[in-house]
Nanobody
């Protein structure tokens, strides 16, 4: 069974940065597009960013465009570099595998358990 573990979350002041990582237990997802989603309390899970299996195609939500950068490191690890963080970025962040261009949670599988990001004002 594929396990995916997110890490790198924490508490940061507005304007600060964090780097999230998502590591798979096996190389199964090397041929999948990988996405980051986030879910704030009382809100639905929302798309943040996606990177294709070869790193060529990248998509961002409008709300994070220009501040967040998604990247792949080898066949098992995906990162999300988050700069200029704002209180509205506070959420649990998840990574998952999905289809190219997919932006809805229902299209994705192999979810991790998430990592909490809290941005104080």
């Amino acid at each position: 069974q594929v396990q995916r573990v997110e890490s790198g979350g924490g508490l940061v002041q507005a304007g600060g940065s964090l780097r999230l990582s998502c590591v798979a237990s096996v190389r199964t997802f090397s041929s999948f597009s990988m996405g980051w989603f986030r879910q704030a309390p009382g809100k639905e899970r929302e798309f943040v960013a996606q990177i294709s299996w070869n790193g060529v195609n990248i998509y961002y939500a409008d709300s994070v465009q220009g501040r967040f950068t998604i990247s792949r490191d080898g066949t098992k690890t995906v990162h999300l570099q988050m700069n200029s963080l704002q209180p509205d970025d506070t959420a649990v962040y998840y990574c998952a595998a999905g289809p190219p261009g997919g932006k809805t949670p229902d299209e994705y599988g192999y979810w991790g358990q998430g990592t909490q990001v809290t941005v104080s004002s």
